[in-house]
């Protein structure tokens, strides 16, 4: 009868999944000799583990930055002498100022739409007459629901309009100059100042810059690897200082886009963090986003190394039960986590041994 040799133990790496032991089998000829047993008393129990049905997941990490959402500009919309600017980090509000022009106030309102022209009774019916009149409703100053929040600057707009000038101590005319307000989808956290007090800007010229108060983290993945992403998913994000948390993909860029230092094309990637207060108000620092970039489910499998690579090629397991020990041959197929993928003639819950 042939006899069956282990050779050796050898430590080998298996197609870039990690490092394993895997005991290397051969069969020897007839006239090999005889291995050496020990007697039945010099023998240990050998180390076993359990044929597991389970999800292997592998991942890949990749390189992302975290900041605050929906970066903008906010710039003079009219010429003017700057007298006051809103502080780096600060949050701005409705109806707070973000900066001063000839010691006037410029106010931030909410609405999609850019302040573009001045608003009065003489103005034509627009969607930023309803902007403006939804504000002067938020912010308090139509208690009695007199106003109808529609295109139409009326009488009653340009009233409303006097009351909130009265707050902000400056001239009640009824109307809405040009570069008065900035309107801002919601509240904006101050980034960075871009004019000094004291300078005379044109219109148009930067005076903040400004984020919303949320964060976000933004990766830039290859557009050929964008399969890796989903909306939805959740992801780990690894933030200085060696700290995961978890987030969820909020956003995928539509289309490619170029960016220097890439040879290939690149959608953006867009991950909201679970727990915001985990960033500790960090902003532009650089954090590792894991995306899964394999997963086999449901599918059998048993550590690494327990895998017995066949000298005529091929793997196999020792399996062991009540009538002794046989060895199955195996197909292989992902790794995981210290775990390989097996199919062949081993059952769920089997016992292998573990070199």
């Known amino acids: 009868m042939r006899a069956l040799l282990r050779l050796a133990v050898v430590v080998v790496v298996v197609a870039g999944f990690g490092v394993a032991g895997l005991v290397i ?27 597991v049905r389970t999800d ?14 929906d970066p903008r500009t906010v710039t003079a919309g ?101 570069g008065r307000v900035v309107f801002l989808p919601g509240s904006a956290r101050v980034g960075a100042q871009l004019v000094e007090l004291g300078a005379t800007v044109a219109r148009g010229a930067p005076l903040l810059t400004v984020t919303g108060p949320e964060q ?32 969820t993909i909020t956003a995928i860029g539509a289309s490619a886009r170029t960016v220097p230092g890439r040879d290939e094309p690149v959608v953006e990637v867009v991950v909201t963090l679970d727990d915001p207060a985990a960033a500790g108000g960090l902003s532009d620092a650089p954090v590792d986003v894991e995306l899964v970039a394999e997963r086999a489910a449901g599918v059998l499998a048993v550590p690494v190394e327990a895998l017995l690579a066949l000298a005529e090629g091929g793997y196999a397991l020792e399996v062991t039960g009540g009538d002794g020990a046989r060895l199955v041959a195996v197909e292989i197929g992902m790794f995981a986590d210290g775990l390989v993928e097996v199919t062949g003639d081993v059952p769920e819950g089997a016992t292998v041994v573990v070199p």
């Open 216 to 247: 976000e983290v933004v990766l830039d993945l290859d557009a050929d690897r964008q399969d890796l992403a989903t909306v939805g998913e959740t992801v780990s994000v690894e933030l200085p200082g060696n700290v995961a948390v978890d987030g």
């Open 78 to 178: 009219a010429p003017g002498v700057v007298t006051a600017l809103a502080e780096e980090g600060e949050t701005v509000g409705r109806g707070e100022p973000l900066a001063e022009i000839d010691g006037e106030p410029v106010t931030l309102l909410y609405g999609a739409r850019p302040a573009w022209r001045r608003l009065s009774t003489a103005s034509a019916d627009g969607p930023d007459v309803a902007q403006l009149e939804e504000n002067l409703v938020a912010l308090g100053l139509d208690p009695d629901g007199e106003l109808t929040v529609d295109d139409d600057y009326t009488s009653v707009t340009a009233r409303l309009v006097r009351d909130w000038q009265d707050d902000l101590g400056v001239d009640d005319t009824g109307a809405v100059e040009l």
């Open 56 to 69: 292997l997941i592998e991942t890949e990490q990749f390189p992302g930055t975290l900041r605050y959402r």
């Open 25 to 51: 089998v051969d069969r020897a000829s007839d006239d090999a000799p005889e291995a050496s047993v020990p007697a039945a008393g010099e023998r240990s129990a050998p180390n076993t583990a359990s044929v």
